[in-house]
């Protein structure tokens, strides 16, 4: 209240002042306006009597003078005129004149006049009006012989300024009023009101209230950079709440769940305050252009979703490809910035490659030659030289960005991803032994024979065995190595430790299933639409009338499964014609790899199949199969998850698929159903879903069936399990594992080192 009374009283003494200016410059404009018209309309009737008199003064004709100016007092526009010889006396006046002239002594006034030969005029009060006076000097031949003396009733002059000031005043008080009114209202509307709901929500967090939302609910935009704050602060408060609870049921439980502040925790512990540094190809944030504006996005894709949460929580350095469009000029001229954009925690240091590079290290020798090696697929991996020198060269150039970030750190921890660089451990080692290297291979490692199909399988091996540990999602691809190795390279392998020692490096093998942080809405505290009213919301938005829905979430890539699934689809329908008008499958691809040309022709055949399917099946308000190409963000891909009945994963050969731990984990309504491919590494934990062969298309189209039959008790339990596994076995597990092993290794490492020294 009072701010709101010192705004009121601020703006009624700004008002006043400038009424007051304005209504000043008003009155002089109407003033010199008044005047101006009395002097035009004294000297339009003197210049009209002028002559006359002048000669009736020279011939003495009194009676003649006295005619004309009684003629002239009948005139009520003045009141008053008067006439002078030329030593200023009076010879000849009005009533009024006269009066007025005795009363004012004007003789002065009338001698200076008719001395000067100028027309003098002048406003003066008399004791009854204010009364504008008009001189004018009489010549006749050349010579003064008199002067005309009008008299004009000057007195509406002050009667226009009162009015004027009267009429200002009433809406000086009428603006006031307005302007009162007005601040009370905007005040309490974009400020009392909001700052006091601000401050009743923000109760509501501390005292924790469930119902209480994490995005405040708030009108306009006068409080927003506050709002934006206070938003991301009620996040992480939401969060650590969220945590606190868990750990304090696990405490009861007896149970020990990684969370976020587990994982910082120990990372802090082990690290001793250290950063973590990953080295990825693909970055977890780029700036993309859309709709003539700039946006950061998070790219689809496992990697990200399992390491972007584990460096939210310990800090550190993420090294990657910058490949978003307009990567570059939201990046420091080192290519550095600070990621989340909400809420940063740590640094992206983005690598800008040369199409040359891109062309040869990425999209030859990484995606055409390793990837369908490692993958069993049925594509034949092409192997070019040209490639494989633009791969060394790249994996140099990551290894002098981890060089300059890590330049002032002992022992520091680099956590190296994927296939992209498996050259970068002996590289960093190279330089420098100190540094605690960990490589985790995110796709499935071949049998010998099939590696063997690589010229340079040799000189990858002795690249990944510079590290200190290097992890698989299963123990079958840990085994897959090693046996590769012992069939390509003189080595000591340990099968009881599972490690391979050569040139005096020591490398730890070891399986490590990736996994997904926890759900939005535990961690968040958001509230959600599921189901029926999910789905309702989100069909509605796509111009679909469906009973049931379907969702798949990929990169659009061969060994995805996609085709697959559609042909599953499709038989679907043909075997179970009931479901035709009622089933709508969503696949949300993310496009990727466009320039190798077994991935551009996949996408021509997956638009290709699609339409066909939807031309055999399509009705008026409904189609078979929505194919959105894009790169979706995680909270479209997670409304999907919570409208779906069933998701499907089909991959015909996966090192783990995180999509279906994601889709789990979005599941806080303990509803929907999951298909998984038994070639996918998570199908070896999450066997609560409905396992089936990509490659069995009648399997699937039953097994569809199945999940949209299922009784709600049975798909609630199944998915009840998946749950808990996914939330014991979370991503912080996984990176609280893999750093556990690795710091572990190192100090025994030191131990026999220190034994064999004594």
């Known amino acids: 209240m009072k701010i709101t009374l010192r705004l009121i009283i ?25 005047v101006r018209e009395l002097n035009m309309r004294a000297h339009m009737l003197t210049e009209g009597i002028q002559n006359p008199i002048a000669e009736y003064l020279r011939s003495n004709s009194t009676r003649k003078m006295k005619q004309l100016l009684d003629r002239f007092a009948k005139n009520t ?21 006269d009066s007025i002239g005795k009363q004012l002594t004007i ?47 000057a007195s509406f002059i002050d009667a226009r300024v009162n009015e004027i000031w009267q009429t200002n005043f009433l809406r000086l008080l009428l603006n006031t009023l307005l302007i009162v009114i007005t601040t009370v209202i905007v005040v309490r509307w974009s400020i009392t009101g909001p700052i006091a709901q601000l401050a009743q929500w923000i109760r509501g967090l501390r005292v924790g209230k469930p119902s209480v939302p994490t995005t405040i609910p708030m009108r306009g935009d006068f409080l927003e950079p506050l709002t934006n704050e206070v938003t991301l602060l009620a996040k992480s408060l939401a969060t650590a709440r969220a945590a606190a609870q868990a750990e304090a049921r696990l405490r009861i439980t007896a149970e020990a769940r990684w969370t976020p502040e587990r994982l910082k925790e120990f990372v802090r512990m082990e690290l001793k305050g250290k950063n973590l540094y990953v080295v990825s190809n693909r970055e977890p944030y780029m700036h993309v252009v859309s709709d003539n504006t700039v946006q950061c996005i998070v ?33 420091d001229e080192h290519g550095r910035l600070e990621v989340p954009p909400d809420e940063p925690a740590y640094i992206l240091h983005r690598i800008f490659l040369t199409k040359e590079e891109e062309e040869g290290y990425y999209y030859g020798f990484s995606n055409e030659g390793l990837w369908p090696l490692c993958h069993i697929t049925h594509t034949r991996p092409i192997f070019e030289l040209n490639d494989w020198m633009h791969y060394q060269q790249v994996n140099q150039k990551f290894a002098e960005a981890v060089f300059e970030e890590i330049a002032n750190e002992e022992q520091p921890l680099v956590l190296i991803q ?94 490590f299933p990736i996994s997904v942080a926890e759900s939005e809405k535990s961690l968040q505290g958001h509230e959600y639409l599921y189901g029926e009213s999910a789905k309702k919301t989100l069909l509605k938005r796509y111009g679909i009338n469906a009973q049931y829905l379907g969702v798949g979430v990929d990169r659009i890539d061969y060994t995805k499964g996609i085709l697959e699934r559609f042909r599953a689809i499709e038989r679907f329908l043909e075997k179970y014609p009931s479901y035709i008008g009622s089933f709508t499958f969503i696949e949300l691809g993310a496009p990727s790899r466009t320039h190798i040309k077994r991935y551009h022709d996949l996408m021509a055949e997956l638009d290709e199949l699609a339409d066909r399917i939807n031309w055999k099946f399509q009705t008026k308000q409904w189609k078979p199969i929505l ?57 070896q934990e999450l066997t609560d879903a409905l396992i089936i062969n990509p490659y069995d298309i009648e399997e699937m189209a039953d097994a569809l069936y199945t999940a949209l039959t299922m009784d709600p008790k049975e798909r609630r339990e199944r998915m009840s399990q998946l749950r808990n596994i996914v939330s014991e076995r979370n991503v912080y597990r996984w990176a609280g594992n893999i750093i556990t092993t690795l710091s572990r290794l190192r100090v025994q490492e030191q131990k026999v080192a220190e034994g064999e020294v004594a």
């Open 77 to 97: 526009r003045y009141v008053g005129i008067a006439v002078y010889d030329s030593q200023a006396v009076l010879c000849m006046a009005t009533a009024f004149a």
């Open 627 to 683: 194919f959105l190409k894009a790169h979706h963000t995680h909270e479209v891909i997670y409304e999907h998850y919570r409208a779906a009945d069933v998701c499907m994963v089909t991959s015909l050969h996966d090192g783990m698929n995180l999509v279906a731990k994601e889709f789990i984990a979005s599941r806080e309504d303990g509803d929907g159903v999951l298909l998984l491919s038994q070639f996918t590494g998570a199908s």
């Open 299 to 331: 790219p689809a894709g496992g990697l990200v979703t399992a390491i972007d949460p584990i460096l939210r929580a310990c800090g550190g350095v993420w090294i990657a490809s910058g490949s978003g469009v307009a990567d570059r000029e939201n990046a």
């Open 418 to 511: 994927d296939y992209h660089f498996a050259l970068l451990p002996l590289l960093i080692k190279s330089k420098r032994p100190d540094a605690r290297v960990a490589i985790f291979w995110h796709i499935p490692w071949p049998n010998p024979e099939v590696f063997g199909i690589c010229p340079w399988k040799q000189e990858l091996l002795l690249g990944l065995l510079g590290a200190d540990l290097i992890g698989f999602h299963t123990q079958f691809h840990c085994n897959n190595f090693l046996e590769t190795v012992d069939r390509f390279l003189e080595s000591k392998i340990n099968w009881d430790q599972f490690s391979v020692d050569h040139k005096g490096q020591r490398t730890v093998i070891r399986p």
């Open 10 to 34: 601020s703006l009624f003494i700004a008002s006043t002042l400038v009424a007051v200016l304005f209504t000043m410059l008003q009155i002089r404009n109407e003033r010199t306006t008044m």
């Open 107 to 153: 003789t002065g006034q009338v001698w200076e006049s008719l001395t000067r030969r100028e027309r003098m005029l002048k406003i003066v009060s008399g004791d009854v009006n204010k009364v504008h006076i008009f001189i004018l000097p009489l010549e006749l031949d050349d010579q003064i012989v008199g002067a005309i003396v009008l008299y004009q009733d």
